[in-house]
């Protein structure tokens, strides 16, 4: 069965201190691992796009990674701006439909 | 160019009664997409709609249609609500890929 997890299920941070989230997969051949940022109240806002290990993405200080079974959004120097819940998801070749994680709750401390 | 727009923000219904959350996007994409999100689960895809004219079931279609109205605009019913429909409802576009645009969500609560 096609499963994600996100971990930790939140993260709290001084401002300036570096630290990775963690989104496991499971699934029979990945299209693609995409992840979205989410504020309160709001609908989620897309992130990066991966499509196979190796690959990394960069967006000021949000830099996702992939492994073949797991991916990291890892935020670097991070400010309170950037305290958000960050949701993974993951793309099957088999199924058309995207698989969510319950996503990791990041809130940045000044 | 206002991306994808929802109606109602917030909605309280009583058991039983009916309603239609309307959905629109500006963009041209040819996928629309119903989800819906409950604390401490992911979003769940409850019907979308490949292309104009189409429409197939997500994971949790019970309770729910849908009309692909347009190209722009994809709405859903919920002909009989029932509590366990209290959720946050969230429309999305997209090319067809994962790379979506989101709505801003409507808020159901039924009692």
């Known amino acids: 069965e096609d499963q994600v997890t996100q971990s930790p299920e939140a993260l709290r941070l001084q401002e300036g201190e570096s630290s990775s989230l963690n989104c496991s997969y499971t699934?029979?051949?990945?299209?693609?691992l995409f992840w979205y940022r989410q504020d309160p109240g709001k609908g989620p806002e897309f992130l990066f796009t991966l499509y196979s290990a190796g690959e990394e993405k960069e967006k000021e200080r949000l830099k996702a990674t992939l492994t073949k079974k797991e991916s990291f959004l890892h935020i670097t120097a991070p400010k309170p701006e950037d305290s958000a819940t960050y949701l993974c998801?993951?793309?099957?070749?088999?199924?058309?439909?995207?698989?969510w994680g319950a996503g990791t709750k990041l809130i940045i401390k000044p | 160019n206002a991306g994808v727009t929802q109606t109602p923000k917030f909605q309280v219904l009583k058991t039983g009664q009916s309603m239609t959350l309307q959905c629109a996007q500006d963009m041209n994409h040819n996928s629309m997409y119903w989800y819906r999100q409950d604390p401490g689960m992911g979003l769940r895809l409850i019907y979308y709609?490949?292309?104009?004219?189409?429409?197939d079931k997500g994971e949790v279609p019970n309770g729910y249609n849908v009309s692909r109205l347009n190209k722009r605009e994809f709405s859903l019913r919920l002909e009989s609500a029932a509590p366990s429909q209290t959720s946050v409802y969230f429309c999305a576009s997209s090319e067809g890929g994962g790379r979506g645009v989101f709505g801003p969500g409507t808020r159901l609560t039924v009692l």
């Open positions: 709609s490949a292309s104009e004219g189409t429409t």
């Open positions: 699934v029979s051949g990945l299209r693609g």
């Open positions: 998801a993951v793309q099957a070749d088999s199924n058309y439909q995207l698989i």
